[in-house]
């Protein structure tokens, strides 16, 4: 037989038995042998009368559940450590089913709370999918019992691939969601009623903005609709509503106010029978702590739950986790605190920190070996985060004896650096066997890589923007760049992008009668802009054109020393930043934009005139085109996007005070474990650079402080 019962009365496998402890008869409860031969592995009993248990233990097992069992937790971390490492380290010569150690035993360990601390690159998806797996084939667990959370909708779609290559179609019963997926289909399959209609992003402005206006609010007359709906989202992650918001003592003040609009908002989405994003989590948690059949169906319906990157939850997440599974108890979470960068969407670093003052009967294990990085890179990753103390943390420990090159480069300005990557990229692939989709471009923001995208077209270095566009084809760039142009030609092309460019309220119609106008009488929409009869004496039309009209005259005339004394006029009298609040998502969105312009401001003055900039940026954009038709490309991300990445080389930028800590940034340990994130996406070669002048200002910049210290490990060159 394979099976045999354990002291504590759980069914244990043979591969998972151990030399030294009882077994017993899960038929007849007698005292089992354990036979354990280089070719066979099986328990029998003392005389051979095995035979005649087999088939009953076969028909107990299809009834069988396992008894809940409370795991002591020994409090003292220090012997946890030493137990495990002990315990390890003779383990990674041996590997179980492909595992190692600790994988291994997080694997078998499925009944509880068990909390999985596992470093980047230690195998917490490959134990995941090896614990669903063995759920289902040695455990005989429905596989539609299990379900399976993790943080975005690409890596569910990696998990179920996995999944399906490690066990078959058995996968495709397995319940896979991102949280906001599940709660989504939850409510619809046992909610009663009919308001789950998604609102619109626009529907969301449009009232924000009209109850701002009419409320005359007194305090939050400086907020944004999207100020408005970031705020609503927290006090929701906080699983807290418009009568019981939580708020920040310096904040009290506002109360009434946010209350009031708050509860505005949520009536005026009952109307519409709709609901938003966050929603989705909110109003499944309070149909949930109504304890109604709904919470109970719930309940009854899984057996064991998954969840990844638990680093990344909120207080309603876990809260709705923690309901779910109060029947079975039966819970896995896998989690790096030290990878915990999404506070701005409410996720909760304490929820990993205090994972045993939560769960004070769970159990946690840790995975600290790494086999995806260099010993080198493993340094500066630990010395990068080893200010982050935590009794959870141990340092992590490379496995991989290989070695590559880990270096920090000092350039004087970006135009340097970028060349120095761009030619750095090109003889690795030409002489070193690299291929161009080995490389990942790695920085804090979108902007602080503007430059790196000139210098890869000039090179003809294919590229691709994760999660963005690129630098010359994003909207803020486009909209001032047509205004150039239209103040250099008065191109009618360049005329139709800047005429709601703030909004106008010219729209098809009125650009239809505009393009007509200019056809019939061979002259530019430009022109026809201050010709009334063009825009059927329509007052509003006609006021909306003569004002772009005389705007075009005035930054004409406008007297400039530099490029970006032009650009910034123009930016400024536009008022284009509050053009661009308004149809952002986050603050850290419109950041980005606004860097993105003034990085544009910065490359102009490498140009004498207007002449020269749009004919370079033509130029480029042309090449670009060209040059991105490759199929093998560098991907260029923030640190955000590059979270759970991998790859053989990464230049990671901009190691410099006010960008890696960012100068918007009021939590400084969380600016530390991005840049401890960037750093352990690299799997053989790790360049980290930063300049001694600004990105976008000609002035000093000191170099980050997260670079303290890593002198003593890796070799700095400055150029």
């Known amino acids: 037989m394979k099976k045999a019962k354990n002291k504590e009365g759980r069914i244990v496998n043979i591969l998972q038995s151990k030399e030294n402890e009882e077994y017993f008869c899960i038929a007849c409860n007698k005292p089992l042998v354990r036979a354990y031969g280089d070719k066979k592995k099986y328990f029998r009993h003392e005389q051979d009368v095995t035979h005649f248990c087999d088939n009953k233990i076969t028909e107990i097992l299809k009834t069988y559940k396992e008894p809940i069992i409370i795991k002591e937790v020994n409090q003292d971390k220090k012997n946890i450590v030493k137990k495990e490492i002990e315990n390890a380290i003779p383990k990674l010569e041996h590997l179980e089913n492909g595992y190692n150690k600790q994988q291994w035993e997080s694997i078998i360990e499925t009944d509880g709370y068990n909390g999985i601390c596992g470093v980047s690159g230690g195998g917490k998806s490959k134990s995941l999918i090896g614990k669903i797996e063995y759920l289902i084939k040695e455990k005989g667990v429905d596989p539609n019992r299990i379900l399976c959370i993790s943080f975005t909708n690409k890596v569910v779609k990696e998990l179920v691939e996995r999944l399906y290559n490690l066990i078959g179609e058995d996968s495709e019963l397995v319940n896979v969601y991102t949280m906001h997926s599940l709660c989504y289909n939850l409510l619809k399959k046992y909610s009663t009623e009919d308001n789950l209609r998604i609102i619109s992003d626009w529907q ?71 609901i938003d994003f966050s929603d989705m989590l909110y109003l499944l948690w309070k149909k949930l702590k109504e304890n109604t059949n709904m ?172 999660n963005s566009v690129a630098f010359m084809e994003r909207r803020e760039i486009k909209d001032i760049l047509s205004y150039l142009k239209v103040v250099q030609n008065n191109s009618s092309k360049e005329i139709e992008r800047i005429l709601n460019v703030p909004n106008r309220y010219l729209g098809k119609e009125a650009i239809s009668l505009l393009t007509r106008h ?157 840049a401890f994130v960037a750093c352990s996406r690299a799997k053989d070669n790790m360049y980290i650079t930063y300049t001694e002048n600004h990105y976008l200002r ?10 303290e210290g890593l002198d003593s490990i890796i070799n700095i060159y400055e150029h």
């Open 204 to 274: 969301i402005q449009s009232f924000f903005t009209k109850v701002m206006k009419l409320d005359k609010t007194q305090y939050l007359k400086e907020w944004k609709p999207n100020d408005i709906m970031s705020f609503i989202n927290i006090q929701k992650s906080k699983m807290c509503g418009y009568d019981n918001l939580e708020l920040d003592n310096n904040m009290e003040f506002m109360r009434r106010e946010l209350s009031v609009v708050f509860k505005k908002y949520e009536n005026y989405k009952q109307e519409l029978k709709s």
């Open 295 to 466: 919470t109970t169906n719930i309940q009854g319906q899984y057996d064991y739950i998954l969840f990844d990157e638990y680093n990344d939850a909120n207080d309603i997440q876990l809260d709705i986790i923690r309901i779910i599974s109060e029947l079975k108890q039966n819970v896995t979470f896998y989690f790096d605190a030290r990878q915990s960068i999404y506070s701005f969407n409410g996720s909760n670093i304490n929820l990993t920190l205090d994972f045993l003052k939560i769960f004070p009967q769970g159990k946690l294990m840790n995975f600290y070996y790494n086999y995806r990085s260099t010993q080198d890179i493993i340094k500066v990753s630990n010395r990068i985060i080893s200010s982050f103390k935590h009794d959870l943390f141990y340092p992590i420990e490379g496995v991989k004896k290989e070695k590559g090159e880990t270096q920090i480069h000092s350039f004087e300005n970006v135009n340097i650096e970028g060349k120095f990557i761009a030619d750095k990229i090109n003889d690795m692939v030409k002489n070193k066997n690299f291929k161009y989709n080995d490389f990942f471009i790695i920085s804090r923001t979108n902007a602080r890589s503007n430059s790196i995208e000139e210098m890869f077209i000039k090179n003809k270095i294919p590229y691709y923007r994760k």
């Open 518 to 674: 200019s056809n019939k009488y061979n002259t530019s929409i430009y022109n026809s802009l201050v010709t009334c009869n063009a825009l059927s004496n329509k007052i509003y039309w006609v006021k909306g054109a003569k004002q772009l009209y005389s705007k075009i005259i005035h930054y004409s005339k406008y007297k400039y020393k530099r490029l970006s004394d032009l650009i910034d006029f123009i930016v400024n009298d536009l008022n284009y930043y509050e053009y661009l609040k308004k149809s952002v998502s986050t603050e850290e969105v419109l950041n980005d934009k606004i860097e993105n312009l003034k990085s544009f401001a910065n490359m102009a003055n490498d140009f004498g005139n207007l002449d020269g900039l749009i004919k370079h940026f033509d130029d480029m954009f042309k090449e670009m085109q060209d040059v991105n038709k490759a199929s093998e490309k560098v991907d260029i991300m923030t640190i955000h996007g590059s979270k759970g990445l991998e790859n053989k080389v990464c230049f990671v930028l901009g190691f410099e005070d006010t960008v890696l800590p960012h100068k918007m940034s009021k939590d400084l340990e969380e600016e530390r474990r991005m």
């Open 698 to 707: 000609d002035e000093p910049v000191m170099p980050s402080e997260f670079l």
